[in-house]
């Protein structure tokens, strides 16, 4: 069974750092392309940054390029998002999905986390 | 960026009648190298993560009940439930993963009457 847990969300102030990780299991991890996606509670989803299965390409929403550095560790089956300078604007529900394919930024996402909830606020 | 655009932003309808979500793109995401359009759906129930139901913009997902159903082509896509379930309350999303950044409808929210 494929299981993502994400985890280090929490309340920061603006301005501040976090990193969120995700952890991977019941898949080959290194075969497949990740992603991040967000959502304010109560609103749509907005994907925030992608990486392929080798790390070989890599995106980023406008909205966080620049801040947010998206990471993985096949080793450890994990990706993570470096998230600096935070914004209020940032406070959302951060989802890991994972792609379907291994070598594209831009894919469909068939397994979803539960999420881990940033919230910036002073 | 490719926006999409759903409609309608809400709809209800009676247990056991169909429902339909439409979903435009800005601009065409039929990609002419392999005549696929590269539209997905999602379901997000409350308190819960999306669930992929569609790729390819009309292939069913793994473990999708086959009452859910999508088509389309080039920009204008649909999300039809035949016969809805009480299970079916949700908000409906489409995703283009045509170009990067991916994007994604605004969502439908789907209630029933």
């Known amino acids: 069974e494929v299981q993502l847990v994400e985890s280090g969300g929490g309340l920061v102030q603006p301005g501040r750092s976090l990193i969120l990780s995700c952890a991977a299991s019941?898949?080959?991890?290194?075969?497949?392309?990740m992603h991040w996606v967000r959502q304010v509670p109560g609103r749509g989803l907005e994907w925030v940054s992608s990486?392929?299965?080798?790390?070989?390409?890599?995106a980023y929403a406008d909205s966080v390029r620049g801040r947010f550095t998206i990471s993985r560790d096949n080793a450890k089956r994990s990706i993570f998002l470096q998230m600096s300078s935070l914004r209020v604007e940032d406070t959302a529900l951060y989802y890991c999905?994972?792609?379907?394919?291994?070598?594209?930024?831009?894919?469909?996402?068939?397994?979803w986390g539960h999420g881990t909830l940033v919230t910036v606020s002073s | 960026d490719i926006v999409m655009t759903q409609s309608p932003d809400s709809l209800a309808v009676s247990l056991g009648e169909r429902a339909t979500i439409n979903c435009k793109s800005s601009q065409t995401i039929l990609h002419s190298s392999n005549n696929r359009n590269y539209l997905a759906w999602y379901q997000q129930k409350p308190r819960q993560p999306p669930r992929l139901l569609i790729f390819?913009?009309?292939i069913r997902a793994s473990g999708v009940p086959d009452r859910f159903s999508a088509s389309g082509s080039g920009t204008d896509f649909t999300l039809t439930i035949s016969s809805l379930q009480a299970e079916d309350l949700a908000v409906y999303y489409c995703q283009q993963y045509y170009s990067t950044p991916s994007t994604f409808g605004q969502g439908t929210k789907l209630e029933i009457k």
């Open positions: 999905a994972k792609d379907t394919r291994g070598g594209f930024t831009s894919g469909w996402m068939d397994h």
């Open positions: 390819w913009a009309s």
């Open positions: 990486i392929t299965w080798n790390s070989g390409n890599i």
């Open positions: 019941g898949f080959s991890f290194d075969d497949f392309a």
